[in-house]
């Protein structure tokens, strides 16, 4: 199990606006983060996600009233200077309130550093608890009912990590053939490896090399299913090379954005019956 997830705070000497309804205002950079808030926060608080719903969080374009957003919250949490969405990263310079960088610990091994934390249950809850703890700090501890809201919230989350942790321990696979490699936290906690048909880059177009790699994975029996993404063009790529590769094709959400329906649970138990499936767990 990794070690727990730290956060580093940057603090801002100004205090932050509140809603024209009297509220304070949260910014999340990409919907999990904004998920989290959501689960944990009190009435009194709006929380404001910054990647819309479809959207790459990659390539998120900040309009003027997103920068505003940003420069008037009370509170700001985003995944730091790592250049996951670096229009976020800039615009935090200008936040009037405080700013909560959750990147810290996002190094999974050596040189590689993976944003998408949320897709492992047990480091997504770690960031959940850190966002709590923002939300509540010791000298404005929250009212029973927010608490009893929150024991919920973390119940359901808990319930989720047991499930990955029963659901993925004896597989057939032990290797995830991907659109891109977005599972590394998955990765290092479960011991399942990725391999990216596109490498590390979700823009990127699968090269002869990497097709003919994860073609011999599929071959010598490491891997059984192809695994993609939820944008159409990844479908494409991902069901193409399955279908002539003779395995199925399967969805596994990176979640960056707020899903059509569902929300972040229900999407990752999805995720987790198509991982089972693929993986041919039993």
Not at 59 to 76: Q, T, Y
Request: hydrophobic share 40%; charged share 25%.
């Amino acid at each position: 199990m990794r070690k727990a997830l730290v956060t580093a705070l940057v603090l801002i000497s100004l205090p932050g606006c509140t809603s024209a309804f009297g509220r304070k205002t949260l910014v999340a950079s990409v919907y999990p983060l904004a998920y989290a808030a959501e689960g944990m926060a009190g009435p009194d608080w709006e929380v404001i996600d910054l990647t819309p719903p479809g959207a790459e969080a990659h390539d998120l374009e900040l309009s003027l009233e997103d920068r505003s957003a940003i420069e008037d919250a009370d509170l700001v949490v985003y995944l730091g200077d790592i250049g996951f969405q670096p229009q976020v990263e800039a615009a935090v310079e200008e936040a009037d309130g405080q700013v909560v960088d959750l990147s810290v610990d996002l190094e999974v091994r050596p040189g590689v550093i993976d944003p998408h934390v949320w897709l492992a249950p047990s480091s997504f809850r770690t960031i959940v608890n850190v966002i709590g703890q923002e939300l509540c700090p010791s000298d404005d501890p929250c009212s029973a009912e927010e608490q009893q809201k929150r024991e919920a919230f973390g119940a359901r989350l808990d319930r989720l990590d047991r499930s990955y942790f029963t659901g993925l321990q004896r597989c057939r696979y032990e290797t995830l053939v991907v659109s891109h490699e977005a599972f590394a936290h998955l990765e290092e906690i479960h011991g399942i490896r990725q391999f990216g048909l596109s490498g590390s880059s979700p823009e990127a177009e699968p090269s002869v090399e990497r097709l003919s790699e994860a073609r011999a994975l599929i071959a010598e029996g490491e891997a059984g299913a192809v695994f993609y993404e939820e944008h159409e063009e990844a479908r494409e790529i991902a069901e193409t090379f399955a279908a002539d590769a003779g395995v199925p094709a399967l969805p596994l959400a990176t979640l960056e954005s707020r899903p059509v329906e569902g929300d972040y649970i229900s999407v990752m138990e999805e995720n987790l019956a198509s991982l089972r499936e693929g993986l041919e767990c039993e």
